[in-house]
């Protein structure tokens, strides 16, 4: 498999695993750690993935008030309201818990539903996801 094509599937992983696809972007950086790619490169390659994938979210959120009293909806209004209260008790700063799984990636569309500026979410949000994926390297790569 030629580099491009690696480096585009972990793009893409990475973009869908930021979203709430089940996609696993860490095994994939992993692997490809052990497999002696350059390491600056992944991460950053999976640091934009990820980053732009919580964007696709922090849009949805955006637009989330639109649908919210369809049928089809998710989420109901008791857990639109516990999702706003909680991101109004911690803010912002709750963006640096977006690289956590399960909580993250819905935290990432409360950050739009809230409003919140997109300049400080990608700021945050970079922060959180890169900053995963460095620890990520150093702990594979420390290991061998």
């Known amino acids: 498999m030629s580099d491009l094509a690696?480096?585009?599937a972990l793009f893409f992983v990475a973009f869908g695993a930021?979203?709430?696809?089940?996609?696993?972007?860490?095994?994939?950086?992993t692997g490809l750690l052990?497999?002696?790619?350059?390491?600056?490169?992944?991460?950053?390659?999976?640091?934009v993935g990820n980053v732009l994938g919580s964007t696709v979210?922090?849009?949805i959120g955006r637009q989330v008030e639109?649908?919210?009293?369809?049928?089809?909806?998710?989420?109901?209004?008791?857990q639109l309201d516990r999702a706003?209260?909680?991101?109004?008790?911690?803010?912002?700063?709750?963006?640096?818990?977006?690289?956590v799984p399960v909580v993250g990636d819905p935290l990432t569309?409360?950050?739009?539903?809230m409003r919140e500026p997109l300049p400080t979410f990608l700021v945050l949000v970079t922060i959180a996801k890169v900053g995963r994926y460095i620890a990520l390297a150093v702990v594979v790569l420390g290991a061998r």
């Open 57 to 59: 979210n922090w849009g």
């Open 84 to 99: 706003r209260g909680w991101y109004r008790r911690y803010g912002k700063w709750s963006l640096l818990l977006s690289w």
């Open 34 to 47: 052990m497999a002696d790619y350059a390491p600056a490169l992944l991460i950053a390659i999976a640091g």
């Open 109 to 113: 569309v409360v950050a739009g539903v």
């Open 66 to 78: 639109r649908f919210r009293h369809r049928r089809w909806f998710p989420a109901n209004e008791a």
């Open 18 to 29: 930021a979203t709430l696809l089940p996609l696993q972007s860490e095994a994939l950086l």
């Open 6 to 8: 690696v480096h585009a």
